[in-house]
């Protein structure tokens, strides 16, 4: 299912609008996304904010290239958030084929399999790209403007929001999954990453 409207398309208004709708999408992981975005865009102003200004002058380079990197990530953020309504109607979509006989059932429970690993997929990614984005959040909290801390600050808030958003939603996809091994490498995965944070994870 195609949504009608890009999360990078909508206005802040109709976004919200579409949230608080009856349709499920936009939706958890869709909001995840967003938010993950909105952290990375508060990382790219702390960036604008220091580049061009003369005693930032030796770290302009490293926050040119952070820079560059937020502009891309925010961008892959929303295309995830797109997607994510996109496999959320592959999954109504099988959910609603014919289990009449043993085959149809069959061919139901297969694609509904499929369509759940492919839904856990993408806040998968939406996870590990919010994480790879934590490290440089630390490094301009050392190097960045420190008139715009604050937003550092409230930046890394964000991106963790979006993560641990996008953790619960693969945790409810795994749930309908079969396939232990798949479930146990994701999970296995995202554990690694928050005991790199400490404890209260």
Not at 26 to 48: E, H, I, K, R
Not at 70 to 86: F, I, K, S
Not at 160 to 188: H, P, T, Y
């Amino acid at each position: 299912m195609k949504p009608d409207s890009t999360l990078g398309s909508d206005t802040i208004s109709t976004y919200l609008d579409r949230l608080a709708s009856a349709d499920p999408t936009p939706g958890g992981g869709a909001a995840a996304a967003v938010t993950a975005a909105q952290g990375v865009a508060l990382l790219s102003m702390v960036c604008n904010l220091t580049i061009g200004k003369k005693k930032f002058a030796d770290v302009e380079d490293e926050v040119r290239s952070i820079l560059e990197t937020c502009e891309t990530a925010r961008r892959q953020l929303l295309v995830l958030g797109d997607r994510d309504m996109e496999v959320f109607g592959m999954i109504m979509e099988v959910y609603r084929m014919p289990k009449t006989t043993p085959e149809e059932t069959e061919a139901r429970r297969a694609a509904i399999q499929a369509a759940l690993r492919a839904s856990s997929e993408v806040p998968f990614e939406l996870f590990n790209r919010s994480t790879v984005m934590l490290p440089l959040v630390d490094r301009l909290e050392q190097i960045g403007n420190p008139s715009v801390l604050s937003d550092v600050i409230v930046g890394r808030h964000l991106l963790i929001a979006g993560m641990l958003s996008a953790k619960a939603n693969v945790e409810v996809n795994l749930d309908g999954i079969d396939d232990a091994e798949f479930c146990e490498e994701k999970r296995k995965v995202m554990m690694a990453v928050l005991d790199t944070f400490g404890e209260g994870w």
